[in-house]
């Protein structure tokens, strides 16, 4: 039995349709629904119709951290690693790494947010200051919380996403050393202590304090190999920037030299066509000439005739 929606449906593909759908800037988004919907509607797909038509609009910041998603998909999935590690690593890090890691969580943030924004001027969009701050939002998002990292990484978001007011970290109990035991009651002091408690809990906080520091390790690797790559794509864009606007100068004179042309070729176009007409005048002026000369000469010849008969003998 064919499937109605859904992938493996029969010549159509509703994920694929939505994914390319949010992939479409929000200004054509409407008019791609619209299409999209008819085509599955016209095949028989009523209920993939009306999943595409039921789609929400992105707003310009949601498309932009689903742009990020699609075209830079490696760098996508080393960020939310990245969160996945800081996540882990905030649950048992003390004052001192926590504030390091929030220092460098920043830093790939602001650098990931400029690199979103350069991609949405190069599909044709400018992130308006409000935009370029959702997407801040979204980024610290996906990096602080587990369902936000979820919802970005489906590449369909419809809004940005808002971060908790502070980074998950564990509770003091859980993040500090063990609480000091409770001194013995009266009646328990005569009774011997286990000679096993003390060295348990040594080892107990010795393991917690190596994991912290594991986990720790790990997130400076991954927040320090997530700034590097940023520094690399932010040499890249600088070159991109750099050639784009030698480009721009480029055409900026091919334009303007274009322009000189097209002016000596107007120029030049009339002054042809000045002399030419003049030519043509000098031409009406010289057969008017002929004429005139060839008039007194036949005038002259017959002046000439006159006289040689009245000069010839016996007149």
Known sequence: MQRKSGRGGAGH???AALDELYATAPSDFVARREVLAAAARTGGHVEDARRIHAARRPT??????NLLLRSQPDESRRFLELGQALRDAYQTLDADGVKELSEQRRSVVSAL???TAQLAR?????????AQQDVEATLRAVLADQDAADQWATGRLTSALVPPSTFPTATPAAAGPPSRP???????????????ARPKAKDELADRRRRRQEELTRARKAAKAAEQHLRHQRTAESDADAQLKRARDRQVQARRQVAAAEQQLQQASETLQQAEQEQQEAEERRQAAADALARAERQAREAAQEVDSLDAPGT
């Open 122 to 130: 190069n599909a044709g969009h400018r992130l308006s200051d409000t």
């Open 60 to 65: 310009l910041a949601a498309w932009a951290a």
């Open 13 to 15: 593909d509703v994920e």
């Open 182 to 196: 409770p001194k013995p009651s009266q009646r328990s002091q005569g009774k011997a202590a286990q000679p096993s």
């Open 113 to 115: 947010s400029r690199q």
